[in-house]
Nanobody, 116 residues
Framework: QVQIVESGGGLVQPGGSLRLSCAASGIIFGFYVMGWYRQAPGNKRELVATISGSSINYADSVKGRFTVSRDSAKMSAYLQMNSLKPEDTAIYYC???????????WGQGTQVTVSS
């Protein structure tokens, strides 16, 4: 059974930092691209960052502020978010997408609120 579980969300003031974690189980971790997406109220879900074994991609809106990483031994991915802005407020979702098939799995999401 595949499980994708996010943690680390919360309330933070503008300019602050948060670190999100995503723990995967039930998959062969090395075959999957791990991605972070977010969805704000009234908006579509959008890509934040993805990381495979060989490449990293960021949305323009988070470049220079967010850092994505992965730890194969822990079957986990992380999103370090610095210099947070109110417009970063959203539910953040972790995704595991197989590099060679159509398999894709989502976590339940974790709320990030940036407000003073």
């Amino acid at each position: 059974q595949v499980q994708i579980v996010e943690s680390g969300g919360g309330l933070v003031q503008p300019g602050g930092s948060l670190r999100l974690s995503c723990a995967a189980s039930g998959i062969i971790f090395g075959f999957y691209v791990m991605g972070w997406y977010r969805q704000a109220p009234g908006n579509k879900r959008e890509l934040v960052a993805t990381i495979s074994g060989s490449s990293i991609n960021y949305a323009d809106s988070v470049k220079g502020r967010f850092t994505v990483s992965r730890d194969s031994a822990k079957m986990s991915a992380y999103l370090q978010m610095n210099s947070l802005k109110p417009e970063d407020t959203a539910i953040y979702y972790c995704n595991a997408e197989h590099q060679f098939t159509t398999e894709s799995y989502w976590g339940q999401g974790t709320q990030v609120t940036v407000s003073s």
